[in-house]
Every structure is written in structure tokens, then in C-alpha cells.
């Protein structure tokens, strides 16, 4: 089976994550809360996936990021999601594909994906040396 590969960002702002809610037209996880992200495209690495992706979702420049961590998730494909914390970024934050996109407060992210939820509980594992 390939593998496709894609970054996923967490935008951290105090206490607080920014989590989408998958639109219902959506190939895969449709109308779940989850951490925003897309596919890695033909040769582009994941730095430059991830700042395409971010300013595609949320119509944002990240200015600091950090990788976090790589995890599986099964969906009608195997996807390899790398993850990244982003905490500093210009611009306005709007919804580009998703839904919606809404501020939760860390310790309660209502993220519904299984990968989701091990970066998260990878961020309060690590977060405080990145």
C-alpha cells in the first residue's frame, strides 16, 4: 500500500490549540475537529508543504514552527502525518477549507483522529524543549 505523506500544524497561542472542523465535501474524515493539514505535494519538502498548507487553511504566514512528531492514520489511504507546532504567524486566521476553525483550550482539544490525539499528548510530553 503507499504511504502519503502529510503535515499537520498545531498554531499554539497561550493555553490554546486552533483545531478545524472538517467540511462535509471532504475525501476523508468528514465533519471531525481535528488539527489542520494536507498532503505533501510531488517533490516539496515538508517545510514548504507546510507553509502552502497553512496559508491554503487558515490564510496565515507561520514565522516559527517546530517539527513534533511523525504518526500513522488510516483513513481510505495510509497517511503519514508530520507534525509541527507553529507559535508565532502573520496575518488574520480565517477558515480557507475547513468548515469552521475554533480556539480550544490545550487540555481538553476535542480532536476526534487517533493520530491527533498521540501528537497532542506527544506536545505535552516534549513541548516544553521545543
Same mark, same amino acid.
Given at each position: 500500500?503507499?504511504?502519503?505523506?502529510?503535515?499537520? !500544524?498545531?498554531?499554539?497561542?497561550?493555553?490554546?490549540?486552533?483545531?478545524?472542523?472538517?467540511?462535509?465535501?471532504? +475525501?476523508?474524515?468528514?465533519?471531525?475537529?481535528?488539527?489542520?493539514?494536507?498532503?505533501? +505535494?510531488?517533490? +516539496?519538502?515538508?517545510?514548504?508543504?507546510? !507553509?502552502? @498548507?497553512?496559508? @491554503?487553511?487558515?490564510?496565515?504566514?507561520?514565522?516559527?514552527?517546530?517539527?513534533?512528531?511523525?504518526?500513522?492514520?488510516?483513513?481510505? @489511504?495510509?497517511?503519514?502525518?508530520?507534525?509541527?507546532?507553529?507559535?508565532?504567524?502573520?496575518?488574520?486566521?480565517?477558515?480557507? +477549507?475547513?468548515?469552521?476553525?475554533?480556539?480550544?483550550?490545550?487540555?481538553?482539544?476535542?480532536?476526534?483522529?487517533?493520530?491527533?490525539?498521540?501528537?497532542?499528548? @506527544? !506536545? !505535552?510530553?516534549?513541548?516544553?524543549?521545543?
Amino acid at each position: 500500500m503507499k504511504v502519503h505523506e502529510c503535515v499537520s !500544524f498545531m498554531l499554539i497561542e497561550y493555553d490554546s490549540v486552533l483545531l478545524e472542523k472538517r467540511s462535509e465535501i471532504r +475525501e476523508t474524515d468528514v465533519g471531525v475537529i481535528n488539527i489542520p493539514g494536507g498532503h505533501i +505535494e510531488g517533490d +516539496e519538502s515538508q517545510a514548504q508543504a507546510l !507553509f502552502r @498548507e497553512v496559508s @491554503e487553511e487558515l490564510n496565515v504566514s507561520p514565522k516559527s514552527y517546530k517539527y513534533l512528531c511523525s504518526l500513522y492514520h488510516p483513513t481510505s @489511504e495510509l497517511q503519514l502525518i508530520h507534525y509541527y507546532v507553529v507559535d508565532s504567524w502573520s496575518g488574520a486566521i480565517s477558515a480557507q +477549507e475547513a468548515e469552521s476553525v475554533h480556539w480550544y483550550p490545550l487540555l481538553s482539544a476535542p480532536v476526534s483522529i487517533e493520530a491527533d490525539k498521540l501528537a497532542l499528548a @506527544e !506536545f !505535552f510530553r516534549v513541548g516544553q524543549y521545543l
